[in-house]
DNA sequence: TATGAATGAGAGTTCATTCAT
DNA sequence: TATGAATGAACTCTCATTCAT
């Protein structure tokens, strides 16, 4: 099944090699991250071979083994290394934010869509939700370092607006999930069933803050 | 050399195999069925040996390619089995409904969330994630048996409102998405982060639909 | 490799069955042997399946045990029963020829070409040729059953011939390989490499009764 | 369920294997075909089983299938590397033979009783006609590798005679096939015949070289 | 006697991991 | 440190054989 390639080593063959490309040790890590996300996420776990990762980053097979210890580590390596940069962003902007509510949301969708749907990193949320059950310390790490910290951002934005007086529901507050489900929809489909279907999904997140709005009071105030 | 004998080994065989017969084949059908819903969900497509499939059906190996022409064709027939009746039913039921949409919605989530979320059937949905985009002919068997009547369920039941005037907004009539995506996140709290931080789904669900339907404008009328 | 289309086998299925053909033991018998020429012949011995000679002798597998311990029995029968039946018609027209060797000859390779190459009995031959050093007690059933009676029938017509001073070279006594040497050609060619270059295998064969006479040095006595 | 670990299991593993380096590639090719002549010669296609070639060459399993993309590429490889030295080389002989056309051929057939009768080689003749109709490409394959090119040379014997005026027929140049033939009957009776009643083939094929030129109207020129 | 669903050993092939270079 | 040929356990799928009916 998905058979692939096979790309066959030419045993006989005396090309030469061009062996060692100059390249910090960290910088490889980061190339051999960065290869192993593309190819976990367009294979999951068990059916990425290291092969594939190694020929993405540009090394040989061997060289992923100096630098994670196996296949698990570097996928957990993956999570780690992938979680992090998003929120502090939206923490930072949240936190500063002058204008409401509604400004606030949309600003926040706006980056969510560029930067959980179309970006790679989408690739990391389908991740978790297809291994993530497989990999418990990965799905716990991933809820202290991403969900947690988003359901927190969450909740501080439907605070403010209550405090504000913007919306009068606290339906946000108890469940910020509502208001990011329709993110996982927009990463499913865009992965899934796009072919079958084409979705505008930044219009449907727009669409979803003025419903959700709504549907929490809304009232400027 | 090596003659390895087309007479096959084991002349001593004492082994005790009660060669398990008299099971009618839709019964033999469903046990191989059912197993494999616990080993996809527990170990993904490309993870999943048929061998723990049989063992856990009870079946031997080569009965397994009795009953499904490969490993793929038993995960359609697990999709389309599982998926099948729970939407009949659904469809059944909004045809035929009487009540307001609040109503209607309840009982929609109600059977949902007994049906998809808390039940073996939810692994389905994540299986559909997290390996949807290695298997193209999956996801579109998905989209055509479950998405898009999933999708027209709802755009049934958003026309419905609307023409009562229950609901001015036409949301969720253009994105029907929005209406159903707690459903995700719930089947994916419940796998992934419930030790983490346990979620009262039934009650979110409910949330949602209060949420929704004034943020459509919903009006008794 | 060599897929075949592995005719799945409705497990659901209630088609009503036939269910014991009428038909005497020794019929059956004939009919399975004679299904198992054509499909090992076609296949080879690990080749075969045990399904494929039920399906083409209308049994099913199950019958096939009741008449035969085993494949390699199957096998051994196979080659037993479709040996003897040429070469008792071959003696006794050699023995009761009146014409010269000439039209002896060309009556005995006629007979062959019909018998042994245009005849599904030529896939015995390759049988014989492919699996016999496996199966060495057929080969020397093979020797003594058809080898040498042939060996012994074309000894006698080149001592008939050098008796009546049609010939003066007692090469083919001594080596009446050589002249059945372009019947193991034939059969090769036609099931090899007709399709590559099309061998009028009779017009050869006629070709070589020419040139074989010459060359043992033929005179028209 | 039963978690079948992502990390290789024998952890006390004192296995001793020598994993055999140092081998040039070539060398190792050769090994694994050498190994495959062997086994292929043996059991035939079908029976034949890459663990034994492994097992035979000395290396692990996995190896054959860096040199060969699987077992058909292994057996074309077989066929090709045996046959076309000794083709080779009897195309340059002919080609640069200055004698006439009696020793011309008693030195093909020398050639080939030594590489193709009495040599291992010999199995690869018999493994075409007893499997060559099953796998129609091989069939193609050996027809363009070995018979065409063979079928060549004789007919390039046959043509520089009748021009030397050596022979008057030209029945070789329009079936070599009966020049060749008792090479055929010599490989057979080697595999198969031999222990019931032995023949010096040599003395045979000698024997035909003069029967055949005389049948051809041979005359010193 | 005849059936054919069920069995499970074993086939070809893949790929995570090792280690001589 | 980096390489990639070599390894062999584990995978999916096949098919000779059995046996309840």
Redesign the interface.
């Known amino acids: 099944?998905?058979k692939r390639g096979?790309t066959?080593?030419d045993?006989?063959g005396d090309a030469a090699r061009p062996r060692a490309r100059r390249l910090d040790p960290e910088a490889r890590r980061r190339a051999i991250l960065d290869a192993a996300l593309i190819v976990f996420a367009?294979?999951?776990?068990?059916?990425t071979r290291m092969d594939d990762v190694a020929a993405r980053a540009g090394v040989a097979k061997g060289t992923l083994y100096l630098y994670f210890e196996?296949?698990?580590a570097l996928f957990q390596g993956l999570v780690h290394d992938a979680a992090d940069p998003v929120l502090g962003v939206l923490e930072e902007r949240v936190a500063s934010f002058e204008g409401d509510t509604r400004e606030l949301l949309a600003v926040v969708f706006a980056h969510l869509a560029a930067q959980a749907v179309h970006s790679p990193r989408r690739h990391l949320v389908?991740?978790?939700?297809?291994?993530?059950?497989?990999f418990?310390e990965l799905?716990?790490f991933?809820?202290?370092e991403v969900?947690?910290r988003g359901m927190g951002i969450l909740r501080t934005i439907n605070a403010r607006a209550l405090e504000r007086g913007e919306i009068t529901?606290d339906?946000g507050l108890?469940?910020p999930?509502?208001i990011?489900?329709?993110l996982?929809?927009a990463v499913?489909?865009e992965?899934?069933?796009a072919?079958?279907?084409p979705?505008d999904t930044t219009?449907?997140l727009m669409?979803?803050v003025?419903?959700?709005?709504?549907?929490?009071?809304w009232r400027k105030p």
Chains 1, 2, 3, 4 share one sequence.
């Open positions: 099944m998905v096979t066959r080593s045993p006989t367009e294979n999951g776990f068990a059916g196996d296949k698990k389908k991740l978790m939700m297809g291994e993530g059950e497989r418990p799905a716990d991933y809820y202290r969900v947690s529901s339906a108890r469940f999930q509502l990011i489900a329709p996982l929809v499913m489909w992965s899934l069933f072919r079958s279907e979705l219009d449907m669409t979803h003025d419903l959700v709005l709504r549907g929490l009071g």
